[in-house]
């Protein structure tokens, strides 16, 4: 018995019943047969499916939990660098679940949801009719939705265009009507970070910057009930080569513009107006923000202009789909030519 009871005791880690043994000899066989019954009941130590049985069974998680893991895991040391892929294709199928092997890719990354690494990603497109032939481009307002986006969304309706928003996460949720409002009506809305942080700052950790981008993109999705494009836009427009790197990994397209309204600067309605009728070219990404006032104010002029210049307003992925653009996770796109 005492043997059995030093037995039990250097296995009393695998369960958490094995420890403290009663000096009592009734109770010590009480204890030995309890110990034995939950070793038995445990049986994963040594089991040949051991830990692989529990991944498989584990279910696929979604962004959000991910992002919460890894508000729990903050302090594990720093993610290891992701080298670059470039070698990678899209004709690599991506792994199923499970066969991840690279830890904080496995970590991160939620395969039903997001594309591999270098993978070409579709965007959404309209079921509407846009003439390839003739030109055409994309507005896009960054920062909202504010007071002035509604008049925006007014705007477009009444000259049958079609535009694209990139919202801070932080805002989505207070403006969830006009979030889901921008969707119902054929806009497209991306993301554009949670706090506006610039992606590459040296004060952001790649796990700030993974989750800056998660976040956002989970937001939208979790208000307007369906998937998003994946593709973000970087605040200020800030891309290095780390923020290319984890992108990729991530399986998200970089979109900026070619043309800059400079409204963040002149807020000024006939400027905003002017820039644009002097610059505007076929295929053309235009930057605005719908959180100024007179931003909004010029697109009562802007985009009647565009619609008699003979453009068509196309959302990004209507822009990219038509411009035979194949969206690749990690590049970063200005137009569509
Ligand atoms: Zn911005």
């Not at 049985?53 to 993610?79: F, K, Y």
């Amino acid at each position: 018995m005492k043997k059995a009871q030093e037995e039990m005791r250097g296995k009393g880690g695998l369960c958490p019943s094995g420890g403290r043994i009663l000096t009592s000899k009734v109770y010590t066989y009480i204890v030995c047969i309890l110990v034995m019954l939950s070793l038995a009941a445990c049986g994963t130590a040594g089991s040949p499916l051991g830990e692989d049985s529990t991944r498989l069974l584990r279910p696929v998680r979604s962004v959000g939990e991910v992002l919460g893991e890894e508000v729990a895991g903050q302090a594990t040391a720093a993610a290891p660098t992701i080298p670059a892929t470039s070698s990678i294709g899209p004709e690599i199928p991506a792994p199923e679940d499970g066969d991840w092997t690279d830890p904080p890719t496995e970590e991160e990354r939620s395969p039903e949801m997001l594309p591999s690494p270098g993978q070409i990603i579709g965007g959404n497109v309209n079921n509407r009719r846009i003439d390839p032939s003739r030109p055409m481009l994309a507005l896009t307002f960054d920062d909202g939705p504010s007071a002035h986006t509604s008049k925006i969304l007014d705007l477009l309706d009444t000259y049958g265009g079609k535009a694209t928003f990139f919202v801070i996460a932080s805002r989505v949720e207070r403006n969830a009507s006009t979030i889901r409002r921008m969707a119902d009506e054929g806009h497209e809305v991306l993301g554009h970070t949670v706090s506006h942080r610039s992606l590459t700052s040296s004060s952001l950790s790649e796990r700030d910057i993974r989750r800056e981008i998660l976040e956002a993109h989970g937001a939208i999705e979790a208000i307007i009930g369906t998937p998003i494009a994946p593709m973000f836009r970087p605040p200020y427009g800030n891309v290095n080569q780390r923020l290319r790197d984890v992108s990729r990994d991530l399986g998200f397209a970089i979109v900026n513009w070619d043309i800059d309204t400079q409204d963040w600067r002149s807020r000024n309605a006939e400027a905003i107006h002017g820039v644009v009728e002097k610059n505007v070219r076929n295929r053309s990404i235009i930057l605005a923000h719908d959180i100024h006032a007179p931003t909004a104010e010029s697109m009562e002029t802007v985009i009647p202009m565009l619609v008699e210049m003979g453009y068509q307003l196309v959302t990004l992925s209507e822009l990219m789909h038509f411009s035979n653009k194949e969206l690749t996770a990690g590049n970063l796109y200005t137009h569509g030519r």
